[in-house]
Every structure is written in C-alpha cells, then in structure tokens.
C-alpha cells in the first residue's frame, strides 16, 4: 500500500527506503520497473538500497560506510537539479 501511495498523483520526487525488501523477487522487480518508469516521466527517484541489481540502474549511486560517504559513482548532482528544470531524472 505505501508504495501505491507513493506513485499516486504527479509528484515530482519520491523517496523509497528499501522499496524491495519485504518483497518476493518478482514484485520486487515490478516495484523496480515502476520507479524506473516514473523516472523517465520525469520523476526524481531517491533510493535507499543494499541490492547492487537494484542500485546499478542509478544515474548516481553513493556508497555510505558508518554513516559517512565512501565513494560514489556518476556526475554529481548540481544545486540546479533541486530547481526544477526539467533536468532530474
């Protein structure tokens, strides 16, 4: 249910903590294809995730270690992409 509540209506960014952990592999993956397609409507998705699958079709990643930051991956994120320019995937 707090995932139909999430997509519901046109938000514009949608934070999902472990979206996937309580689920069977095949809605996972559905959550998964769900988010992605939010994504390409615009939609930034915020993910909070220990499954590489899961995190691996990011356009940014950061790896946290102790609560700190421990690497990333992709560009980082410009103070522009909180203005809505169109610009957040």
């Not at 519901?8 to 934070?15: F, I, K």
């Not at 996972?28 to 993910?47: K, Y």
């Amino acid at each position: 249910m707090a995932i139909a509540r999430a997509v519901a209506g046109g938000r514009s960014l949608l934070l999902a903590d472990e979206p996937t952990g309580a689920l069977d592999a095949l809605t996972g993956e559905s959550v998964m294809s769900l988010l992605r397609q939010r994504c390409a409507t615009g939609c930034a998705v915020i993910l909070a995730t220990h499954n590489v699958r899961h995190a691996a079709w990011a356009d940014r990643v950061v790896f946290l270690t102790d609560g700190r930051v421990a690497g990333e991956t992709g560009p980082p994120a410009g103070p522009e992409c909180l203005l809505g320019t169109g610009q957040v995937r």
